[in-house]
């Protein structure tokens, strides 16, 4: 993949050699085409690179700023323009579909659908399937990840640990351990997460949503805040129903 970013602070050719240089040194940056004037920097890179990781690159050898340039902003909202909605998404309906049929298929009791059990098998397979498809490339969902939420922005390491909160949840829903806890731990989680979704979503920005991991390159949208929010209630009515 190749983006296009602004570089400012850059004065003369020995600026320009500078930037290029660390941003070579980045790991999955493959190429890097540094422009003086206008301060420019085509980058190709194997994986998705967060915006936070550039700046600090650029940063660490001199006065130097990396943003987003208008072309590297629009280029995932031009692709999914070129595929109708359902194209764009039909990976994640597929397994929303496919998790569905499972909990409804294995909450069945003498004809009746036992709701409760419905969503705890829904959710132990939400969260089981979610952390695979980000565990394919821990790093990759990392960088991604550290791109919107507002923990992994700060603290890198969240990102890598996610995806195992993720895998706990499944199988603390599967084994029925501790309910209360397990639905009081997806609301937290889940809710938490959703902050950084809605921030982005408010801020109109196009960046790669992380549900999946880097497998499929959907954007972010309000689908993916239809998910976090859909695990929070959830959670919450469950932690209800079993007061009642």
């Not at 420019?40 to 998705?48: G, N």
């Not at 980000?134 to 996610?162: C, E, H, V």
Request: aromatic share 12%; net charge negative.
């Amino acid at each position: 993949m190749t983006h296009t970013y602004n570089i400012e602070g850059m004065t003369c050719s020995s600026c320009q050699a500078k930037v290029k240089s660390a941003l070579l040194k980045l790991p999955d940056v493959l190429n890097a085409d540094v422009s003086l004037n206008p301060g420019k920097a085509v980058i190709e890179m194997q994986a998705h690179i967060p915006l936070t990781t550039l700046k600090s690159s650029v940063a660490s050898v001199g006065n130097y700023a990396i943003s987003e340039s208008g072309s590297h902003a629009n280029e995932m909202a031009a692709t999914a323009e070129t595929k109708s909605w359902f194209a764009t998404y039909k990976p994640l309906l597929l397994i929303g579909g496919y998790i569905v049929l499972i909990a409804s298929l294995t909450s069945f009791n003498d004809g009746e659908l036992d709701v409760m059990n419905w969503m705890n098998h829904f959710m132990a397979g939400f969260f089981m399937v979610f952390s695979f498809f980000k565990m394919l490339d821990l790093r990759g969902f990392a960088d991604s990840y550290s791109t919107y939420d507002l923990l992994a922005q700060r603290w890198r390491t969240y990102g890598f640990i996610y995806p195992f909160l993720e895998l706990a949840l499944g199988i603390a829903f599967v084994a029925e351990w501790s309910p209360f806890v397990t639905n009081l731990a997806t609301v937290i989680t889940m809710g938490f997460s959703s902050l950084g979704v809605i921030q982005s979503l408010m801020a109109k920005r196009t960046i790669q949503c992380a549900c999946l991991g880097t497998v499929f390159k959907l954007p972010m949208s309000t689908i993916t805040l239809v998910e976090d929010v859909l695990m929070v209630v959830m959670g919450a009515a469950m932690l209800v129903m079993m007061e009642t």
